[in-house]
């Protein structure tokens, strides 16, 4: 660990994050804005990869200027050594590399950033704890049950608690199996070797941080561990709230008619934007005489379907897809729209939160969990039952409602939800159990 003037020693936070990061979503937004408000409190930060960024996401990162270190060996061009005996040596030398590069950035914290998965890695790297690691904590912003074809909610590890999950969540019992499916033996001892494993490397970490008192139980459950901690941020800057609702509007929205109701997301199964589409159908069925129109921003291997469902059901003229919004637009499109929309298969969304900033009304799913800590914010939020019908209803209900702009507790709540207030606590409860490695 580095030492300052003074002798006073400098608090290193190392965020791990195995093999590199090929997409950007809401668990980069966190690493990013993690980083950036940890160096801005005055701690060096760092990035260790496996591998080094795809040009297409070094792009997001450029701008934030901190550390980023690949640890040497891990690259995937070697990854194909044949024979047990070669892959076991490899494996002992990426642990020797591993360790070697963590004793030399001498960490006085290790955030886990993937969850369960880097924390495995982690826990596989010492020998299952019997080498020592730098205090670690880990987010679990998340759920196997969330996506369908995740099938460690299967194994004999977890699903001890996969009927009790899965019965007190209408979406998950939608989607969700209660049959395991079909595997071979070898398939069969993977899993259950690898989810011992995911549920044991759990243990390594001080706090476990969560979104939402659901994501809190269901990881309790899970992974039988009581350090759990819930802390939700909103997804904003604190200097971008004296910005919002001066954002230039977006030129592609000058051609599209009044109201909008967006949604902004990956384009995958779980964000469930099908849905969306249908109830938009639904709500023009029911409301002929609207104008409304439905924008749907980002990419994603579900796109072209998505499109043929719009075509399928006449909307082709009334749902506009305008592909990935840099984020130099996205708060000016937030700005554009009248409702947004979110029917996300979780119990917390960032994007969601980001419409509160500029007063939008949102429509979520009973599935979703307002902060605990919204009382004003809360007019914004109307919430419908997780179906085509339910939120088409609940898109007239909306679109009719006139929701006061201006409240005395707006902006006390908006400032506890940006990135700073979040990384301030999470210091807070890391930096106090870690007292005297760090003076602020």
């Known amino acids: ?69 690949i640890v040497p060996g891990f690259s995937a061009n070697g990854s194909a050594a044949k024979g047990r005996f070669n892959r076991l040596l490899r494996f002992f030398r990426q642990v020797r590399k591993l360790r070697a ?37 880990t987010f679990i912003h998340g759920s196997p049950f969330q996506f369908a074809d995740d099938v460690t909610k299967h194994s004999l590890v977890f699903r001890r608690h996969l009927s009790a999950i899965r019965s007190e969540d209408p979406v998950y019992r939608e989607i969700i199996p209660s049959e395991a499916p079909a595997m071979g033996r070898r398939q069969r001892v993977r899993l259950e070797i690898e989810c011992y494993g995911l549920r044991a490397a759990t243990h390594i970490n001080r706090v476990v941080f969560v979104l939402t008192e659901k994501n809190r139980k269901e990881v309790e459950r899970l992974y039988r561990i009581r350090n759990v901690q819930v802390l ?42 099908d849905l969306l589409i249908r109830a938009f159908s639904i709500f023009l069925d029911q409301n002929p005489q609207s104008t ?47 409702v947004f929309l979110s029917a996300d298969n979780a119990d917390y969304d960032l994007s969601v939160m980001m419409a509160l900033p500029e007063r939008r009304k949102v429509i979520v799913s009973t599935q979703y969990d307002i902060p605990a800590g919204l009382s004003s914010l809360r007019r914004f ?6 179906s085509p ?52």
Request: aromatic share 10%; with cysteine.
């Open 381 to 386: 939020f109307f919430v419908a039952e997780p």
């Open 101 to 137: 590069t963590l004793k030399a950035l001498a960490p006085s914290l290790v955030v886990a950033a993937d969850g369960p998965n880097d924390c495995y890695l982690l826990w596989l790297y010492s020998l299952a704890g019997l080498i020592r690691l730098p205090p670690t904590v």
């Open 1 to 69: 660990m580095r030492e300052r003037a003074g002798g006073m020693r400098e608090f290193h936070v190392v965020w791990y994050r195995s093999g590199t990061t090929g997409l950007f979503g809401g668990a980069e937004r966190v690493m990013l804005e993690g980083l950036r408000c940890l160096r801005q409190m005055g701690m060096r930060t760092t990035l260790l990869l496996h591998e080094p960024l795809l040009p297409e996401i070094a792009e997001f990162f450029r701008p934030y200027h901190f550390e980023i270190v």
């Open 292 to 338: 409304a129109n439905l924008v749907i921003g980002g990419t994603g291997p579900e796109k072209d379907s998505l499109r043929d469902l719009a075509d399928e059901l006449g909307l082709d003229e009334r749902v506009w897809f305008v592909g990935f919004i840099p984020d130099c637009d996205l708060q000016g499109w937030y700005q554009a729209s009248d």
């Open 232 to 273: 939700s941020p909103g997804g904003f800057r604190r200097m971008s709230l004296a910005d919002a609702s001066q954002n230039s509007l977006p030129s592609a929205a000058a051609g599209i008619g009044r109201p909008i109701l967006l949604s902004v997301c990956r384009l995958i199964a779980k964000k469930r934007v």
């Open 389 to 440: 019908q339910g939120y088409g209803e609940s898109i007239a209900h909306a679109l009719a409602t006139t929701v006061p702009n201006a409240s005395q507790g707006d902006e006390c709540e908006l400032q506890a939800l940006t990135w700073e207030s979040y990384f301030e606590e999470f210091f807070k409860i890391n930096g106090g159990a870690l007292h005297g490695q760090f003076n602020a």
